[in-house]
């Protein structure tokens, strides 16, 4: 990379940085938990979201983010849940940015309890733009493998949560969740450590209670 190359990246980053924190400064000034999905394409992302809706709806006002590079189609399996969806077609960009976020946010109420943002589908470009999140989810899927931390140590480094999904696989793979957990630990000690299943509903409680209780820090924050 040439020195023209690297400060046209920490331009970019900077300028990012700068309207992230104006995004989280504005989202926490109404109470809103945002949450930054990221992981490979076919982890669960969506259906995880699907799943996390349906315990969540009713009682608290929840809208999702959409981050695709073609189509909407997750944006419609979300909305087919009864909540708000806003599409982000990158057409060939390979991670959201925080400009992008914040051209939506016009459109995204202020009665909001939770706002998740579904990035697009890889563990390596969007662990470097901040999107003015509360907290960022990194997931991994049984099928993927256990040794994904430290293949893409940036993308857990940067996260505050590690969401492992598809348990439901684990007696038919070789994946080991201790050497996973392990791994991902040593690159960033503070994550919390979720193993889910959107099929069986396990680990599905544990993560709502998380969102809820982060709900109500972040709000008490307020106060």
Known sequence: MTRKDVLVLQDLLGSNKKIAAEIRAKLGEKGIYAVN??????????????????????????????GDIETDRDAERIRAQGVAAWQITTHGA????????????????????????????????????????????????SPEGDDKPVK??????????????????????????DRARREAL?????????????????????LEAHLVASLGSLRSGRA
Not at 38 to 49: R, V, W, Y
Not at 155 to 177: I, R
Not at 186 to 206: C, D, Q, W, Y
Request: proline letters at 5%.
């Open 186 to 206: 040593s690159i960033n000690p503070r994550l919390k450590v979720f193993v889910t299943s959107a099929l069986t509903g396990e680990g599905l409680t544990e």
């Open 94 to 141: 390979c991670h959201l940015e925080a400009r992008m976020v914040g051209r939506v946010l016009a459109d995204v109420p202020a009665d909001l309890d939770f706002l998740f943002i579904e990035n697009v589908g890889n563990l390596v470009c969007p662990a470097s733009f901040d999107l003015g999140e509360s907290e960022r989810w990194v997931l991994l899927s």
């Open 152 to 177: 893409y140590p940036e993308a857990f480094l940067s996260a505050n949560s590690l969401v492992l999904t598809k348990a439901d696989l684990l007696p038919h793979l070789s994946f080991d969740v």
């Open 37 to 66: 999905l990221l992981s490979s394409p076919g982890s669960g992302k969506t259906t995880l979201l699907e799943k996390l809706c349906e315990r969540l709806r009713g009682r608290f006002r929840i809208g999702v983010i959409e």
